[in-house]
């Protein structure tokens, strides 16, 4: 069956870096678009990143994380990144990683790794 489990996040002060990972199974991974969503505390899901299936990928971002996040895949490994620099106070969240149903939603959810950032 699908999978997706999220690792990497933490606490970390504004200003700092993290990488999150999201391994991936029960599917062909290279063929399926990928997001990164985002909850913060007390609020609804916030749309973060996508990144294309093609092998000469194409991302986009929400207009608050351009310029400080990254999105990317490795389809031999079967595993998507979100690389955050620059991290805020208000990018804390927990960070959930999902599959494309094919039609532009969204239809395997992992559990989340939460960030959080603090001074």
């Known amino acids: 069956q699908v999978q997706l489990v999220e690792s990497g996040g933490g606490l970390v002060e504004p200003g700092g870096n993290l990488r999150l990972s999201c391994a991936a199974s029960?599917?062909?991974?290279?063929?399926?678009?990928m997001y990164w969503v985002r909850q913060a505390p007390g609020k609804g899901l916030e749309w973060v990143s996508s990144?294309?299936?093609?092998?000469?990928?194409?991302?986009y971002y929400a207009d608050s994380m351009k310029g400080r996040f990254t999105i990317s895949r490795d389809n031999a490994k079967n595993t998507l990144y979100l690389q955050m620099n620059s991290l805020k106070s208000e990018d804390t969240a927990v960070y959930y990683c999902?599959?494309?149903?094919?039609?532009?939603?969204?239809?395997?959810w992992g559990k989340g790794t939460l960030v959080t950032v603090f001074s």
């Open positions: 999902a599959k494309s149903g094919g039609s532009g939603d969204m239809d395997y």
């Open positions: 029960g599917f062909t991974f290279s063929s399926y678009w």
């Open positions: 990144i294309s299936s093609e092998s000469v990928t194409t991302s």
